[in-house]
């Protein structure tokens, strides 16, 4: 069986910084999919991020990046230039194989972004 | 864009009462799921569909059952239900094909008294 482990439950950071959210998983699998969704508050949960393990590169969407380290087994994710709207939990996930399977998340880290 | 609905925001029931939770999502998904959500627990999963009256148990089926009649629409029953099952309830969907981007309703927070 697959786990997630978000070890931060919590995070603070000021406007315009980066911030880093740390992921683990563990998995036997050796073609996987990894996520990040944010669930702002009150909000419903949306992706931000995804990595495929087959890729060696590291998955970028704008101000959102990841270091994917699948030796390690730890994808975390870096939100560069921090805004006000990106208060929200951030959850990690995995999902083996094919991708459109069950979603194991992760503990959730509750980001906010101080003005 | 995709919508994923669901049909109550709040829903206070009492112990024992049978509760169906609807989700209906319009973009012709073939996969639909269940989780809850619970502090300190993140999401986990009850139960997934792939098709039409097709069902798989999630890791926490028990005191569950679902339905999905129509492609769109899947529901989750709490056949009698529990104070434990209080709870937020979230629905999702997704294509078979990449990028496979779960597509979450807004949840349904239930309170079972």
């Known amino acids: 069986a697959q786990t997630v482990t978000q070890s931060q439950p919590e995070m603070s950071v000021q406007e315009a910084e980066t911030v880093t959210l740390s992921c683990t998983y563990d998995?036997?699998?050796?073609?996987?999919?990894l996520f990040w969704y944010k669930q702002p508050p009150s909000r419903q949960m949306i992706l931000v991020i995804r990595?495929?393990?087959?890729?060696?590169q590291n998955a970028t969407e704008n101000r959102f990046s990841v270091n994917f380290q699948k030796a390690a087994k730890s994808f975390s994710l870096k939100i560069s230039d921090s805004q006000l709207g990106d208060t929200a939990m951030y959850f990690c996930?995995?999902?083996?194989?094919?991708?459109?399977?069950?979603?194991?998340f992760g503990t959730g880290t509750r980001l906010t972004i101080i003005p | 864009d995709v919508k994923v609905t669901q049909s109550s925001r709040y829903l206070v029931k009492r112990t024992g009462e049978k509760v169906f939770l609807e989700c209906v999502q319009d973009?012709?998904?073939?996969?639909m799921f269940w989780y809850r959500q619970d502090p300190g627990l993140g999401l986990r999963l009850i139960y997934f569909?792939?098709?039409?009256?097709?069902?798989e148990k999630g890791d926490i089926p028990e005191g569950y059952s679902v339905s999905r009649e129509k492609k769109e629409r899947f529901s989750l029953i709490l056949e009698s239900a529990s104070t434990n099952q209080t709870s937020m309830y979230l629905c999702?969907?997704?294509?078979?094909?990449?990028?496979?981007?779960?597509?979450f309703g807004p949840g349904t927070r239930l309170t079972v008294t």
């Open positions: 999702a969907s997704t294509v078979s094909q990449s990028p496979y981007e779960q597509y």
């Open positions: 998995t036997s699998e050796n073609n996987y999919y």
């Open positions: 990595q495929e393990a087959y890729k060696q």
């Open positions: 996930a995995f999902s083996p194989n094919f991708g459109n399977e069950k979603l194991t």
């Open positions: 973009m012709d998904h073939e996969n």
């Open positions: 569909s792939y098709d039409v009256k097709m069902k």
